[in-house]
């Protein structure tokens, strides 16, 4: 009886105040619904046959995380067949393969306090041109493309969420029809902005921590934060291709790459601005950052890597046409930089790096620490100053790749085992080398690491 009284309420205006208990009934509270209602839904397991639609400024708000699971009935097994999604060809896509599709530009949805399940579909939520959009502790587990999924986002908060497996899986050895790229990510909006991304934790049970598969991925975001997150998986951030403009990723504990590259370096940033604001981050890969950008600053991280993962340099930059620059890489902590600190394919000019201390005692690696183009650069753009640079003396090592980049300013560093100091002047001044203060910050989500110096560990509450 309890469900014909809400379905006779929801046709007439009205919403009833108990919880929904059933998908019959949570379907009709959506589809019936008027923009702003809110649906409560009780604890239970809701097996949709078809994607869930809310209405601008509906809230979801469900009995918590492993409490309210919003999953799918075992006959509703979208295709894989237009997997891996075209990105920004919204036309081509599935959207039927999502658990929730939220109406075409609808503003302020909220979606919270619930389970997000698959393992069938290709994604949680997906949105097109909405505004104001709130996605607050939620659990979003096991789907094979995208977690949450959206095109032109704006002004949003994604936070205190869970994503476990959340996208990347369909490409699972041996099961017919389920072949694919990897391209998904737990999070993957496409023209983004004014949008925040925090507190949330990324993780992957299911194909090991080394298989492809991004934590937040996006195609072109401006004026986006994205702090205070806890990405365990192998690229944590890729912001590549599309320009993007005043990203700030700040006190995050990234276990893979930041992936930021653009052809040339992207659009030129005004001075004073940034394309992205890297800073008071704790990053575990020695493949540590793609590039290039332009108007790029990264300070006051800890860049902490194994001696034995030494398979990257700290940036690396594959292009093969020469990026104008600016980049400034300052007041950071590193230790273990694997083959370097900063290789170029085609080249970057107006790069300042200054007021660093590494501590370079990888056992396997000659090379020198910055492995420049030598055909295509203007070393006169290129300050390397006010460093300290140690390398152990087990493996001492070259600062330099190749005798053109001599032509950089090198200027009142402190080096320790560096084989071609006879190779270039590296005057002092009565300046300090190193860090400028004592690098001490809290970082992933809600500040659950501790960064004091060269140390990062669990943070007392």
């Known amino acids: 009886m309890g469900r014909f009284v809400l379905l006779a309420g929801l046709l007439a205006g009205w919403v009833s105040a108990a919880p929904v208990s059933t998908v019959q009934d949570l379907v009709a509270a959506v589809h019936h619904g008027k923009p702003g209602d809110t649906i409560e839904l009780a604890a239970g397991r809701y097996e949709l046959t078809a994607p869930l639609r809310p209405k601008s400024g509906m809230t979801l708000r469900g009995a918590g995380m492993g409490k309210t699971i919003l999953t799918h009935a075992a006959a509703w097994k979208p295709s894989v067949k237009t997997l891996p999604d075209p990105e920004t060809q919204v036309a081509k896509m599935d959207l039927r393969g999502y658990l929730v599709h939220l109406e075409n530009k609808a503003e302020n949805i909220s979606i919270s306090h619930l389970t997000l399940l698959g393992p069938q579909m290709h994604g949680a939520i997906y949105g097109f041109g909405n505004v104001g959009l709130k996605l607050h502790h939620l659990r979003v587990q096991d789907f094979l493309a995208s977690g949450i999924r959206s095109h032109g986002m704006r002004q949003s908060k994604i936070h205190d969420c869970e994503f476990i497996d959340a996208g990347g899986r369909w490409k699972r050895g041996g099961i017919p029809g389920d072949e694919g790229g990897i391209s998904g990510g737990a999070i993957f909006g496409v023209w983004t902005k004014e949008t925040e991304i925090y507190n949330n934790r990324f993780t992957r049970t299911q194909m090991g921590k ?10 072109q975001f401006k004026n986006c934060r994205i702090h205070h997150n806890t990405i365990e998986v192998n690229f944590s951030i890729e912001l590549p291709f599309e320009n993007d403009e005043n990203v700030e990723i700040d006190h995050n504990v990234c276990y893979g790459t930041l992936s930021l590259p653009k052809h040339k370096g992207g659009m030129k940033i005004p001075e004073g601005q940034h394309s992205f604001h890297v800073h008071h981050n704790w990053i575990t890969k020695s493949y540590a950052i793609e ?37 400034v890489f300052h007041n950071n902590l590193i230790r273990n930089p694997g083959r370097g600190l900063f290789w170029t ?33 203007d070393f006169k753009t290129i300050r390397i100053e006010h460093n300290i640079i140690e390398v152990s003396a087990d493996n001492p090592r070259p600062l330099m790749r190749n005798a053109a980049s001599y032509g950089a300013r090198i200027f009142n560093n402190t080096l320790t085992n560096i084989t071609d100091t006879d190779q270039f002047d590296n005057p002092q001044a009565d300046a300090q080398a190193g860090l400028q203060a004592p690098l001490k910050f809290r970082c992933g989500a809600h500040g659950e690491y501790l960064v004091d110096g060269w140390k990062a560990a669990k943070a007392a509450r």
């Open 345 to 377: 394919n085609g080249g970057y000019n107006n790069l300042h790096f200054h007021h660093n201390h590494v501590k370079a005692a990888t056992p396997t690696r000659p090379d020198g620490l910055f492995g420049f183009n030598a055909k295509v650069m």
């Open 291 to 327: 590039f290039s950008r332009n108007g790029v600053e990264v300070n006051h991280n800890l860049f902490d890597f194994a001696k034995e993962d030494d398979g990257g340099n700290l940036v690396s930059e594959f292009s093969r046409v020469l990026s104008p620059g600016p980049a």
């Open 210 to 219: 080394r298989d492809g598969h991004y934590g937040i991925k996006g195609r």
